[in-house]
């Protein structure tokens, strides 16, 4: 079988209920840090409010120590296969491939975990290249836990190259493996 149709949307109150049910499962958009309860909290008492302040580009981001850093600009998208499946987002700066030390890489995603090993992540991020390239990015730059098998293949299978292992990455402080992909 192969890999069931999926499209890249702008988080909508359509999905809302698949999303809040994949909060409820406690699956956490963050990779880093656990936010499905907070995030769960915030669509239940005003899915509106939830949903601008998702796409907002203004304010801060809470680092993993706690700390505050200016938020980039960013695209986040849903992923959508007719009920929520997944997210991915984009984050950059406009008129360089150059990200400041506390943001590891352009791209970011997760799937729901009874949605893994359909192809999902891999085409999510084929789909995310030619917005990359439309904010001005000609490579972006991704990286994954060295452990991370499935986000490896994930990267390779876009055409991602190497550029190196960080022994000790700040929000994890474990190795995390750094490669280019040319959008
Ligand atoms: C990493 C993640 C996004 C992969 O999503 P996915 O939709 O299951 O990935 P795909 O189905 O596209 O699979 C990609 C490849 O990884 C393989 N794979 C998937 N899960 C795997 C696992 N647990 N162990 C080893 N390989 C795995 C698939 O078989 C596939 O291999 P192939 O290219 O040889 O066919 C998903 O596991 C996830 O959301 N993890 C938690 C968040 C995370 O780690 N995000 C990445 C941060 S950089």
Not at 65 to 70: L, Q, Y
Not at 142 to 159: F, M, P, R, Y
Request: proline content about 7%; charged content about 25%; glycine content about 10%.
């Amino acid at each position: 079988m192969g890999t069931p149709e999926i499209s890249l949307v702008v988080p909508h109150k359509g999905l809302i209920g698949s999303y809040a049910a994949a909060l409820r499962e406690g699956w956490s958009p963050n990779t880093f840090r656990d936010v499905s309860a907070d995030e769960l909290e915030a669509v239940e008492d005003d899915p509106d409010e939830f949903l601008r302040d998702l796409i907002a580009w203004e304010g801060t981001v809470e680092l993993a120590d706690g700390s505050p850093a200016p938020r980039l600009p960013f695209r986040i998208f849903w992923i959508d296969d007719g009920e929520f499946s997944g997210v991915i987002g984009l984050r950059f700066q406009h008129g360089t491939e150059e990200l400041p030390d506390y943001v590891p890489g352009h791209i970011g995603y997760s799937i729901v975990p009874w949605k893994r090993r359909r192809g999902y992540a891999t085409r999510a991020l084929s789909l995310i290249l030619p917005v990359a390239r439309a904010e001005g990015l000609a490579r972006v730059r991704v990286s994954c836990d060295a452990e991370n098998e499935a986000s490896k293949k994930v990267i390779l299978s876009n055409g991602g190259k190497l550029i190196g292992m960080t022994p000790h990455d700040q929000e994890t402080g474990r190795p995390t493996l750094s490669y280019w992909i040319e959008t």
